[in-house]
C-alpha cells in the first residue's frame, strides 16, 4: 500500500441497509478525517480522529459512525443508509492536527448511491 | 457562521494567466490551503499561506491578507492540464478545515 486508500470505489445500497466504508493509511498520520462531497457544496466533515483510540464529530456527523483502533485504519458506518446519503466520500489522514501546514492526504474517494 | 467564498467556475485561456479569488469569515484562522481536484479524483495539495503576503511555487502562487479574509490563487503559463476544480480552504480556531465549494477552472485551446 502506498498513501491512502478507500474501499469500495463505488456502491449502490437500498435505503435501510448498513454499510461501511473502509480507509487504510500507512503513512503512520496521527490525524484521520472522512468528509462528503456533494455537488455545489465544499467538503464536509463527518467525523475525525486525531489519534488512535479518539474520535470527534464534525460538520454532519448524524447517520454516521467512526472508530479508531489504531493507527492504520478509521472506517465509516452508515448504520441504516438514507437516500441524502448519497454522495462521494473522501477519506483524508494528516501527520497531526494543530498548527502548521498539515497538508492533509486524499483517499480515491467512495462514490455511494443511496436507492 | 463560518463561510469560504469562491467563484463557481473560470474560463482562461493556454498561455496565460487566470487569478482565483476566495474570501472568508472564520471563527479563528490557522492558515489557508489551496487544493487541486481533477474531475472524478481526490483533491491534492497546492499551498499553505499562514502570513500576509506571497508564497510562489513554480507556476502557482499563493497570496494571502488575513486583515482583508483575503487569499488567490495564481496559475502562469496555463496549461490544459491545469483544467480542473480549485478547492479553497481555513483552517479555524479548532484547527479543522472549512472547504469553500471550489472552482471549476476551464482551459481552452
Known amino acids: 500500500i502506498a498513501g491512502i486508500t478507500q474501499a469500495p470505489t463505488s456502491q449502490i445500497l437500498a435505503a435501510g441497509r448498513r454499510m461501511t466504508l473502509r480507509c487504510t493509511q500507512d503513512m503512520r498520520h496521527n490525524a484521520m478525517y472522512w468528509y462528503r462531497q456533494d455537488l455545489g457544496l465544499g467538503l464536509r466533515l463527518i467525523h475525525y480522529?486525531?489519534?488512535?483510540?479518539?474520535?470527534g464529530k464534525g460538520e454532519v456527523p448524524d447517520g454516521y459512525s467512526v472508530s479508531r483502533a489504531n493507527t492504520d485504519d478509521f472506517p465509516l458506518t452508515l448504520a441504516s443508509a438514507v437516500p441524502s446519503q448519497t454522495s462521494v466520500y473522501f477519506c483524508?489522514?494528516?501527520?497531526?492536527?494543530?498548527?502548521?501546514?498539515?497538508?492533509?492526504?486524499f483517499g480515491p474517494g467512495t462514490r455511494l448511491t443511496v436507492t | 457562521g463560518q463561510n469560504i467564498d469562491q467563484p463557481t467556475e473560470m474560463t482562461a485561456t493556454e498561455g496565460a494567466i487566470v487569478q482565483i479569488n476566495c474570501t472568508y469569515q472564520t471563527s479563528g484562522f490557522n492558515g489557508l490551503f489551496w487544493y487541486q481536484q481533477h474531475a472524478g479524483e481526490a483533491p491534492t495539495f497546492l499551498s499553505y499561506n499562514v502570513l500576509d503576503g506571497l508564497e510562489e511555487k513554480g507556476r502557482f502562487s499563493s497570496f494571502l491578507s488575513r486583515s482583508k479574509g483575503y487569499s488567490y490563487l495564481l496559475l502562469k503559463e496555463l496549461q490544459m492540464k491545469d483544467s480542473a476544480s480549485y478547492l479553497c480552504a481555513v483552517k479555524d480556531s479548532n484547527y479543522q478545515l472549512i472547504w469553500g465549494a471550489g472552482t471549476k477552472l476551464i482551459i481552452k485551446p
Open positions: 483524508a489522514s494528516s501527520d497531526s492536527e494543530g498548527k502548521g501546514a498539515n497538508e492533509q492526504y
Open positions: 480522529s486525531n489519534t488512535a483510540g479518539t474520535t
